[in-house]
């Protein structure tokens, strides 16, 4: 059962670029998370997303960054016009579709470390 | 504001000796969890403690939770060399209503051959 698969691991971009990050969550999950981690920091959460539908976008920046999770294929985590305070690693996750506080082991990709140039 | 924060921030010991790291947080929770990284690498989930929970044990891995304190604890018994790491908790405040985490800042933890 492969796990929450991420790419690319690392992206280098230049400023004013966009940046698209990829998320395929693990089998039969349908719920999926991205945080942020800047260097030497914990993770901050950006958004939570089920198929289709996003549930809480509170952590994302109000510009250029949106996020999606389409009935078919991974979530994407876009970043347009990119500048070097973007620079992080971007870490999705995934849990079973079973929330309300229910207490859902989340499991973590590899995470996507952007640079940006 | 963060919801946790680790203490401490680094820790440096020798293979065989016992690790402990807190985590304080803020508001109630339904569960607390605690998550490895090593260096340029995911997460990995360690152990999950539910707020009616006082102790789990899992492995050589030891957490405590204090609702009271809003505080848990993790001790790593009998450390060894691969155990060097940052150490992570997470909670999931109560007023969420979903799984979303909040992560606290991180032990880093170094173990010494």
């Known amino acids: 059962n492969a796990g929450v698969m991420q790419n690319p691991r690392h992206l280098v971009r230049r400023r004013g670029q966009e940046a698209r990050l990829r998320c395929s969550p693990m089998?039969?999950?349908?719920?999926v998370y991205w945080y942020r981690q800047l260097p030497e920091e914990g993770l901050k959460f950006m958004v939570y997303l089920q198929k289709e539908n996003i549930i809480d976008e509170s952590g994302m920046p109000k510009e250029r960054f949106s996020a999606e999770f389409p009935k078919e294929g991974p979530s994407i985590l876009r970043i347009q016009q990119v500048v070097r305070g973007d620079s992080a690693a971007y870490f999705c996750?995934?849990?079973?579709?079973?929330?309300?506080?229910?207490?859902?082991?989340?499991?973590f990709g590899e995470g996507s470390w952007l640079t940006v140039v | 504001s963060q919801q946790g924060e680790e203490d401490p921030q680094a820790l440096s010991i020798q293979e065989g000796e016992n690790a402990t790291m807190n985590c304080s947080y803020k508001?109630?929770?339904?569960?607390l969890q605690w998550y490895r990284q090593n260096s340029g690498r995911g997460l990995v989930h360690l152990i999950l403690?539910?707020?009616?929970?006082r102790e789990k044990h899992s492995g050589r891995l030891r957490v405590t939770l204090d609702t009271s304190k809003k505080s848990s604890s993790l001790l790593i018994t009998a450390s060894r060399a691969a155990d060097t790491a940052s150490y992570f908790c997470?909670?999931?405040?109560?007023?969420?209503?979903?799984?979303?985490?909040?992560f606290g800042t991180g032990t880093r933890l170094q173990v010494f051959p």
């Open positions: 508001t109630s929770i339904n569960n």
């Open positions: 996750a995934s849990s079973r579709p079973l929330g309300q506080g229910s207490g859902n082991t989340i499991y």
């Open positions: 997470a909670t999931d405040p109560t007023f969420y209503n979903t799984d979303k985490l909040i």
């Open positions: 403690i539910r707020s009616n929970e």
């Open positions: 089998k039969g999950h349908s719920h």
